[in-house]
């Protein structure tokens, strides 16, 4: 149901990223994480100032093993101020510590 409703979120406002940011996220939760990243792309494009949207296209990164790709999301995200304790916490497990 709530693909559903945010696949009509999104065509009533392709210009809204929250819709693509959620719907990434419940691919995310389903462990379809190509599709995820797929809709954070999106949400990116729309709108390049959401520190959430690197930080959960980051997360999907790192459950496919793509770390330098995971570090660059998670880097954008501690830059745009997005949770930077998490953020840096999640930096360090991956092997990339921050002061």
Do not use: C, H
């Not at 693509?20 to 999106?42: F, K, L, M, P, W």
């Not at 999301?73 to 999640?90: H, T």
């Amino acid at each position: 149901m709530a693909l559903i409703d945010l696949d009509e979120a999104t065509r009533l406002d392709p210009a809204n990223p929250w819709p693509y940011i959620n719907r990434g996220n419940v691919y995310r939760e389903q462990d379809q994480y190509e599709s995820a990243i797929t809709e954070y792309n999106t949400a990116i494009e729309l709108d390049p100032g959401i520190g959430l949207a690197y930080y959960v296209r980051g997360l999907a990164y790192r459950y496919i093993g793509d770390i330098e790709s995971a570090r660059a999301d998670f880097e954008k995200a501690l830059e745009l101020g997005y949770d930077p304790e998490r953020v840096k916490q999640l930096l360090a497990e991956i092997g990339f510590p921050v002061d």
